[in-house]
Structure formats: structure tokens, C-alpha cells
T-cell receptor, first 110, second 112 residues
């Protein structure tokens, strides 16, 4: 595809449930990032994958958040036991000359 | 942690006017980036700055990397309705390869 794609575009879940968000980066991009954007706020860094190196997890807000990247391509961000404060838009980016963002997944936790 | 202060938070201007927004940081960045975000979409890169003092233009957009490496501004000249959106500054400690720290955004409204 031409750009970064994310699925689903919207996700509504109940408090306490687990959710998985998917990111398909631009083909050939070795670096992949996850960010979170709360309403009316800037983007908050969550995690960064670069090739086969250990990911930079320094932005993950709690141990309920985890991410993996399989085969150096697709990435999945998992949030366990979701809380209402997890409601936000989750954005994925992959890097070529610079970071290109996907459209995001809007997560609503009821 | 690092924080970026972006101002103004919002701007309401008439079509044809020029716009200026800026970001300041308590820490040094080696790369400054400016993004625009439309509703329901991810941010799109407008301008990237890699060297202190650098002044770069992209059409009606001009951005500068402050000499202290702690600030940057973005100017938009002769605004048009499609300039409406949220503008974000972002800084990286190394190159744009690293994780980005974002400002809070400037919401721009352009009245025809």
C-alpha cells in the first residue's frame, strides 16, 4: 500500500476488556512507532521498534500496555483490562526519510 | 521528561492573512519537525529542520530552527481556507529517526 494503515479505525469496548490494535507500516520501513493522542492534546510517545533491536518501551504508561512486531512488519498494540482513561486515538508511524503516520484507531472505553 | 510549549493554542484569522506559531523547549533538540493534522487523519509532515539556525520554506510555509536549538517557529503566508487544521511542532533528540516529543498543537481557523 501507499501509506501506513491501521485497524480498526474505531473501537468501542467495555472497561476491563482487552483490545488489540493493528498497524501495517509502509513496505520496507524498518522503524515503527506507536503514539497516543488524547482529546485536544499532542501526541504522546509509547513505543519504538527498530529492526531486530530491543524495542524502546519507555513511553508505555503501565504494564497493561504491550506491543509486538512480527517479522519486522506488522505491529500489534495490546491494552489489557482497559480503563476509561485509555480512551484516545492511537497512532502508528513508520519511518523512511522521516516518520509517516497512519490515520489512527479511535479507542473508546465505556 | 522533555516538554514542548507551543503557542498560540488557537488562532482565528481571515483568509489572506499571515500566521505565525512557535514552540519552545526546556531541552535541546537536534531535529525540529512541523506537522499538520486534519480531522480523523494522522499528522502529515510539513517541514523538517536539521540544523540550528536553518530557515526552510515549503511553498507558503516557512520554518526556522532556533540558534539555541530550544525553539522553532512556523509561518504561513497568505492563508487560504484549506490551511484549517491543527499544527504540531515536534522535536527529536537525535535525528527524526528517534522518538518524537510533540507540542500541544495550534488550532487554526481561517474565515473566508
Amino acid at each position: 500500500g501507499a501509506g501506513v494503515s491501521q485497524s480498526p479505525s474505531n473501537k468501542v469496548t467495555e472497561k476491563g476488556k482487552d483490545v488489540e490494535l493493528r498497524c501495517d507500516p509502509i513496505s520496507g520501513h524498518t522503524a515503527l512507532y506507536w503514539y497516543r493522542q488524547s482529546l485536544g492534546q499532542g501526541l504522546e510517545f509509547l513505543i519504538y521498534f527498530q529492526g531486530n533491536s530491543a524495542p524502546d518501551k519507555s513511553g508505555l504508561p503501565s504494564d497493561r500496555f504491550s506491543a509486538e512486531r512480527t517479522g519486522g512488519s506488522v505491529s500489534t498494540l495490546t491494552i489489557q483490562r482497559t480503563q476509561q482513561e485509555d480512551s484516545a486515538v492511537y497512532l502508528c508511524a513508520s519511518r523512511g526519510d522521516t516518520q509517516y503516520f497512519g490515520p489512527g484507531t479511535r479507542l473508546t472505553v465505556l | 521528561g522533555q516538554q514542548l510549549n507551543q503557542s498560540p493554542q488557537s488562532m482565528f484569522i481571515q483568509e489572506g492573512e499571515d500566521v505565525s506559531m512557535n514552540c519552545t523547549s526546556s531541552s535541546i533538540f537536534n531535529t525540529w519537525l512541523w506537522y499538520k493534522q486534519d480531522p480523523g487523519e494522522g499528522p502529515v509532515l510539513l517541514i523538517a529542520l536539521y540544523k540550528a539556525g536553518e530557515l526552510t520554506s515549503n511553498g507558503r510555509l516557512t520554518a526556522q530552527f532556533g540558534i539555541t536549538r530550544k525553539d522553532s517557529f512556523l509561518n504561513i503566508s497568505a492563508s487560504i481556507p484549506s490551511d484549517v487544521g491543527i499544527y504540531f511542532c515536534a522535536g527529536a533528540g537525535g535525528t527524526s529517526y528517534g522518538k518524537l516529543t510533540f507540542g500541544q498543537g495550534t488550532i487554526l481557523t481561517v474565515h473566508p
